[in-house]
């Protein structure tokens, strides 16, 4: 059953989250000297920062340090058209340095991927200078300027503008 166009815009953003916290995995468009590449990265979303761990020598991060502009996609598997559906976003990646944001930051993380937990012996404290030293890595944020929702299943082709600023919820406190 298609979705009507005049649908609410709010409809399109609980959407658009929906499948950003549903998804796990986000492709990082970067180019340099006139050549593209994409990179694939597990993500955690905290309100409306995209975090990710990679390693500081790679081809994505170098690119994306030295640009002032990256593309990021996430979209689940699709069988027909008409199920593509996804989030087309640019803006920027800095490095996370440590303090509150990065041990958020790594605790959601861990909480959406616990399987990472597995990598450190019973006991150890997991915090970003942990998992750095743990998989030589670093801490990364993407930080989207622009974003939209596209989705098939409302027409063909159809994308709408998201602010993730206004819509990102509050993290749980606990």
Not at 31 to 50: G, L, T
Not at 95 to 111: H, S, T, W
Not at 137 to 149: E, G, H
Request: aromatic share 14%.
């Amino acid at each position: 059953m298609s979705k009507p166009l005049d649908a609410p815009m709010s409809r399109h953003k609980t959407a658009a989250l929906e499948l950003i916290d549903q998804q796990s995995t986000m492709t990082l468009a970067t180019s340099a000297n006139n050549r593209a590449w994409a990179a694939p990265v597990y993500y955690v979303r905290q309100k409306a920062a995209f975090y990710f761990f990679s390693k500081p020598e790679s081809q994505h991060v170098q690119e994306a340090l030295a640009n002032d502009s990256v593309a990021a996609a996430i979209y689940p598997y699709a069988e027909t058209w008409q199920g593509i559906r996804g989030i087309q976003m640019s803006g920027q990646v800095s490095p996370v340095r440590p303090g509150f944001r990065a041990l958020q930051a790594v605790r959601a993380y861990i909480g959406k991927f616990p399987f990472t937990s597995d990598f450190f012996e019973d006991g150890q404290v997991i915090d970003l200078v942990g998992f750095s030293k743990r998989f030589r890595v670093k801490l990364y944020c993407f930080t989207p300027q622009c974003v939209y929702y596209l989705d098939n299943s409302v027409q063909f082709g159809f994308r709408s503008e998201i602010d993730l600023y206004s819509m990102a919820q509050p993290e749980h406190r606990e």
